[in-house]
């Protein structure tokens, strides 16, 4: 800690004799307004939309979607600063990879793979490249046999009584099948209780209950509730490895198809980080994403990201939710002030209980726990209210600017005569609401300032368009200048 402590101390002293403006900020921001102009937005919109178009193409089966966003301004200008900060101190030839590297993700994509069909007939069962699918996809069938089996235990309509020897010998399986499905060596944090620790000791156990002969002939609710988490754990999981296998083979078949490498000039990269295995990023708290990296000839970057369904799931809640991640989540506690200024707390006493509450709690009945948080959320809104009407309509449009970034999201629209991909821009009470919510949803303060938001008539609707491949083939021939290299601006 004091190392670190140390080395940001040096590097703030610094700033003012290390040309950082110069070196980083103003190159850094110049490629931010080249990369977010109307032009690449819209370059963008056509790469996504064929990669969309080819996945449906090459593999019809695979329920895919896309989403894809340009970084808010704060975001980026966090990035820059975090950027430098880590890679200080560093030499003059670093300067451009630095730079480089700081702008590679203003524009991003995420591929959801959301559901593996049940036959997975896209795929040459005598291509070795794909013995780890079906390998994978043997394992999801077994698996599947083995849940049918211990639901049918548990609901009597097997021969197998009930017992305590029984419930062990379900248990120590079915912790070894989660063991196995997930990645807890990599994400050790992802469970409360690791599953290896919980298989240790229910083997033990059970070896105690066999030398002592004292099983017990029925089994407590205790026991069949442990089951039935694991259970709805293992459903969770089933298809989580197969799909990151699927997404392993396809997605580089996908990207050196002739309309995104030849027409659209996309090129990619997987990402080097040594923080990365082969592209895949495992973080300690349970989340996993491969990272490509692209790039076109005429010098527009992206990052390219690939989940599971269960990854996706992650980024929203739960441990690994992106809104975890340190400066990831942004206050709205400037747009709401005492109601009496001579309060006996701060605004923050009152703001920090209502950022607290989930507010779906709000809707809930007949829980307690919930009728506790309502009394709470009551109580501390005698406190506090909204900023004035004027005020807030002038911080939030910075504040939507700032803050927010600009999403869309792809679905596809198919006929019996053309294929096409809808894609749609949201709405920016979605953007804002991406950037406002906790691991456990929008709190109730957040709530609040939306519902104010959309009050105050502030909110835009989201808009669609569709693509299908002849127009993509169309905007590239019509632009096909502007996707060659483009000449260097001088400095």
Same mark, same amino acid.
């Given at each position: 800690?004091?190392?670190?402590?140390?080395?940001?101390?040096?590097?703030?002293?610094?700033?003012?004799?290390?040309?950082?403006?110069?070196?980083?900020?103003?190159?850094?921001?110049?490629?931010?307004?080249?990369?977010?102009?109307?032009?690449?937005?819209?370059?963008?919109?056509?790469?996504?939309?064929?990669?969309?178009?080819?996945?449906?193409?090459?593999?019809?089966?695979?329920?895919?979607?896309?989403?894809?966003?340009?970084?808010?301004?704060?975001?980026?200008?966090?990035?820059?600063?975090?950027?430098?900060?880590?890679?200080?101190?560093?030499?003059?030839?670093?300067?451009?990879?630095?730079?480089?590297?700081?702008?590679? =993700? #203003? &524009?991003?994509?995420?591929?959801? $793979?959301?559901?593996?069909?049940?036959?997975?007939?896209?795929? @040459?069962? +005598?291509? %070795?490249?794909?013995?780890?699918?079906?390998?994978?996809?043997?394992?999801?069938?077994?698996?599947?046999?083995?849940?049918?089996?211990?639901?049918?235990?548990?609901?009597?309509?097997?021969?197998?009584?009930?017992?305590?020897?029984?419930?062990?010998?379900?248990?120590? =399986? #079915? &912790?070894?099948?989660?063991?196995? $499905?997930?990645?807890?060596?990599?994400?050790?944090?992802?469970? @409360?209780? +690791?599953? %290896?620790?919980?298989?240790?000791?229910?083997?033990?156990?059970?070896?105690?209950?066999?030398?002592?002969?004292?099983?017990?002939?029925?089994?407590?609710?205790?026991?069949?509730?442990?089951?039935?988490?694991?259970?709805?754990?293992?459903?969770?999981?089933?298809?989580?490895?197969?799909?990151?296998?699927?997404?392993?083979?396809?997605?580089?078949?996908?990207?050196?198809?002739?309309?995104?490498?030849?027409?659209?000039?996309?090129?990619?990269?997987?990402?080097?980080?040594?923080?990365?295995?082969?592209?895949?990023?495992?973080?300690?708290?349970?989340?996993?994403?491969?990272?490509?990296?692209?790039?076109?000839?005429?010098?527009?970057?992206?990052?390219?990201?690939?989940?599971?369904?269960?990854?996706?799931?992650?980024?929203?809640?739960?441990?690994?939710?992106?809104?975890?991640?340190?400066?990831?989540?942004?206050?709205?506690?400037?747009?709401?002030?005492?109601?009496?200024?001579?309060?006996?707390?701060?605004?923050?006493?009152?703001?920090?209980?209502?950022?607290?509450?989930?507010?779906?709690?709000?809707?809930?009945?007949?829980?307690?726990?919930?009728?506790?948080?309502?009394?709470?959320?009551?109580?501390?809104?005698?406190?506090?209210?909204?900023?004035?009407?004027?005020?807030?309509?002038?911080?939030?449009?910075?504040?939507?600017?700032?803050?927010?970034?600009?999403?869309?999201?792809?679905?596809?629209?198919?006929?019996?005569?053309?294929?096409?991909?809808?894609?749609?821009?949201?709405?920016?009470?979605?953007?804002?609401?991406?950037?406002?919510?906790?691991?456990?949803?929008?709190?109730?303060?957040?709530?609040?300032?939306?519902?104010?938001?959309?009050?105050?008539?502030?909110?835009?609707?989201?808009?669609?368009?569709?693509?299908?491949?002849?127009?993509?083939?169309?905007?590239?021939?019509?632009?096909?200048?502007?996707?060659?290299?483009?000449?260097?601006?001088?400095?």
């Amino acid at each position: 800690m004091i190392e670190i402590n140390q080395k940001h101390k040096e590097f703030i002293q610094n700033l003012g004799t290390s040309n950082y403006l110069v070196n980083f900020a103003t190159p850094s921001q110049k490629n931010y307004e080249k990369f977010t102009n109307d032009f690449n937005i819209e370059y963008f919109k056509h790469i996504v939309a064929a990669i969309y178009l080819e996945y449906k193409k090459q593999y019809p089966n695979l329920d895919i979607f896309i989403t894809f966003r340009s970084k808010s301004k704060s975001s980026f200008s966090n990035n820059i600063f975090k950027t430098v900060f880590k890679k200080y101190p560093y030499d003059n030839e670093q300067i451009p990879d630095i730079v480089n590297n700081i702008s590679k =993700d #203003i &524009l991003g994509m995420k591929i959801v $793979l959301n559901r593996v069909p049940d036959v997975l007939s896209s795929f @040459d069962r +005598s291509d %070795s490249e794909n013995d780890k699918i079906f390998e994978l996809y043997r394992n999801k069938l077994n698996n599947l046999v083995f849940l049918d089996n211990l639901e049918n235990w548990l609901k009597g309509n097997t021969d197998d009584y009930r017992s305590e020897q029984k419930f062990y010998e379900y248990y120590i =399986d #079915i &912790l070894k099948r989660l063991k196995d $499905l997930s990645y807890e060596d990599k994400c050790p944090k992802a469970v @409360d209780i +690791s599953y %290896s620790f919980r298989l240790e000791n229910a083997i033990a156990t059970k070896k105690k209950l066999e030398e002592n002969s004292s099983f017990s002939l029925e089994i407590t609710q205790k026991q069949i509730d442990s089951l039935k988490e694991c259970m709805a754990d293992m459903n969770e999981r089933l298809d989580d490895k197969l799909q990151h296998a699927l997404l392993d083979v396809t997605l580089a078949k996908v990207l050196n198809t002739p309309i995104i490498k030849d027409l659209l000039h996309v090129s990619y990269t997987i990402d080097p980080s040594p923080k990365k295995e082969k592209g895949w990023m495992f973080t300690e708290t349970g989340y996993i994403a491969l990272y490509y990296r692209l790039k076109t000839d005429s010098g527009l970057r992206a990052e390219l990201q690939c989940v599971s369904h269960k990854g996706n799931d992650d980024d929203k809640k739960g441990p690994s939710a992106h809104s975890e991640m340190v400066g990831k989540t942004r206050t709205v506690d400037n747009f709401f002030e005492l109601i009496d200024k001579n309060d006996e707390h701060e605004l923050s006493y009152y703001t920090n209980i209502l950022k607290k509450i989930p507010s779906i709690v709000l809707n809930s009945k007949n829980n307690a726990i919930h009728e506790r948080y309502k009394k709470d959320a009551l109580e501390a809104w005698k406190h506090i209210k909204c900023i004035d009407d004027d005020q807030f309509i002038k911080y939030s449009e910075l504040f939507k600017q700032c803050a927010s970034p600009v999403l869309y999201a792809t679905h596809a629209a198919h006929n019996s005569f053309i294929s096409e991909v809808i894609i749609q821009e949201k709405s920016d009470v979605e953007a804002l609401i991406d950037v406002i919510r906790s691991k456990d949803g929008l709190s109730v303060l957040a709530k609040k300032f939306i519902d104010n938001y959309e009050r105050l008539g502030l909110s835009n609707p989201s808009y669609t368009v569709s693509l299908s491949e002849a127009e993509i083939v169309d905007w590239c021939t019509a632009n096909a200048s502007k996707l060659e290299p483009q000449p260097q601006e001088e400095k």
